[in-house]
């Protein structure tokens, strides 16, 4: 099993947060709590991870008041997830990077853990979580999460030629990889785990029917 105190978790924070009017999303309240300190606290409370840090590009003050490194993009066309995983990939120090968004607060306490065992029994270079969503015809599929994602540090390399070359899209960059993938369907797994709110209301929304 790899030990939790090798990998390093990334809360992902540097969106535009357009959908929510512009507001920076991981200083949005849930339950009382900036969604960023929320998810470091969930990531703590799994005890699956070792170092912590925030990937944001805005309001790097109001971030550094949550007690944890602050990376923000290499620049500043907020480039979407994968330069929030190269500023992680560049800055920690240790062998693996677990990734997750600010704006899913309730994932799976035992995300990490699930994740690194994956990664370890496959002997695969990124892990993917993948939920049940509804598809068109409201059926129930297991689809991918990929910004729920642990990856080894050394892939570094690999990411800077993927965005250098115009890549943008994480399971296009996934796709050159060895990935295994790990199903969060079991009876023990919250319906919600995954939900991610875009905007206010969906947050407001799920505040209240996880209360």
């Known amino acids: 099993m790899i030990n939790p ?42 005890g699956g991870v070792g ?17 944890v490194p602050v990376w923000p993009d290499a620049d500043a066309s907020f480039a979407g997830p994968l330069a929030g995983f190269l ?5 920690c120090q240790t062998p693996y990077l677990l990734t997750v968004p600010c704006d899913a607060p309730l994932f799976p306490l ?8 994956a990664l ?7 892990a993917l979580a993948m939920a049940p969503e509804p598809d068109a015809q409201g059926q129930m599929r297991l689809r991918p999460q990929p910004v729920f994602c642990l990856m080894r540090t050394n892939l570094l390399t690999s990411l800077s030629h993927f965005l250098g070359q115009g890549g943008h899209k994480v399971q296009d960059w996934c796709a050159g990889h060895s990935v295994a993938r790990v ?8 319906r ?19 209360a």
């Open 5 to 46: 105190h090798n990998i390093t978790g990334l809360v992902l924070a540097g969106g535009r947060g357009s959908r929510m009017g512009g507001v920076d999303k991981g200083l949005q309240a849930f339950r009382g709590t900036p969604l960023a300190k929320h998810a470091l606290d969930r990531l703590r409370a799994g």
């Open 51 to 67: 170092p912590l840090a925030i990937n944001a590009n805005r309001h790097l003050a109001d971030f550094e008041t949550l007690g």
């Open 87 to 91: 500023a992680g990939l560049t800055h």
């Open 110 to 117: 035992d995300l990490a853990q699930r994740l690194a065992a």
């Open 120 to 126: 370890q029994h496959d002997s695969a270079d990124l």
């Open 183 to 190: 199903s969060f369907d079991l009876p023990t797994d919250a």
């Open 192 to 210: 919600q785990a995954f939900f991610n709110a875009n905007t206010l209301t969906e947050l407001h929304q799920l505040e209240n029917q996880a």
